[in-house]
């Protein structure tokens, strides 16, 4: 049983450029959920997506920052025009979603560096 | 919303000690306590939860407990070993909502 991928792993852009993050759950999971790690901090949640539907985006910043999870493919979490301070690392996570489970299993997340 | 305080920071046991990591939460509406191991570079993995109708909860080597009343959870890690280093994350989740909000982490180093 597959766990939670993401790709790409490592991601360097340029000042301006955009980043594009991919995330797959877990096989049977339908949650989706993207954190923020900077050097030598904790996570810090983003977003909470179901298929098709933003649960909730209070984590993600207003401007620049939009995330996805369609009917079929990945979950994308998109970075547009980058800046120096985007650069840490990205998790995706993945649940269930059913009745009273709350594990979250998380990917080995994206490193995206901004020069 | 929820506000997670972990300490200590860091933590430097010898070999076959005890490591004991605390955290506090802010919301009483949390109900579900995960700690997360992360070695560098590497994702953070589910070790042991807890939810808000028990006490303790054990699972090998590793145990944690929750006080509801003083709203803080620990997590517990007996005969340390050095493949235990790492840095620990403990997380609260509330009742309406299935973001985790997480402590600042700890990071622990066993000295063989």
């Known amino acids: 049983n597959a766990g939670v991928m993401q790709n790409p792993r490592h991601l360097v852009r340029r000042r301006g450029q955009e980043a594009r993050l991919r995330c797959s759950p877990m096989?049977?999971?339908?949650?989706v959920y993207w954190y923020r790690q900077l050097p030598e901090e904790g996570l810090k949640f983003m977003v909470y997506l179901q298929k098709e539907n933003i649960i909730d985006e209070s984590g993600m910043p207003k401007e620049r920052f939009s995330a996805e999870f369609p009917k079929e493919g990945p979950s994308i979490l998109r970075i547009q025009q980058v800046v120096r301070g985007d650069s840490a690392a990205y998790f995706c996570?993945?649940?269930?979603?059913?009745?009273?489970?709350?594990?979250?299993?998380f990917g080995p997340g994206t490193r995206l560096t901004v020069t | 919303g929820e506000n997670v305080e972990q300490h200590p920071s860091t933590l430097s046991v010898q070999e076959g000690d005890s490591a004991v990591i605390k955290c506090t939460y802010s919301?009483?509406?949390?109900?579900?306590f995960p700690w997360y191991k992360q070695e560098l570079g590497k994702r953070p993995q589910l070790i042991i939860d807890?939810?808000?109708?028990?006490g303790e909860k054990k699972d090998q080597r590793i145990a944690v407990t929750l006080n509801k009343t003083a709203k803080h959870f620990s997590l517990h890690i007996t005969e340390t070993q050095p493949e235990d280093s790492a840095v620990y994350f403990c997380a609260a989740m509330d009742t309406g909502r299935r973001a985790l909000t997480f402590g600042s982490g700890t990071r622990l180093q066993v000295q063989p």
């Open positions: 096989k049977g999971h339908s949650h």
């Open positions: 807890i939810r808000s109708n028990v």
């Open positions: 996570a993945s649940s269930p979603g059913q009745g009273s489970t709350k594990e979250q299993y």
């Open positions: 919301d009483s509406a949390s109900n579900y």
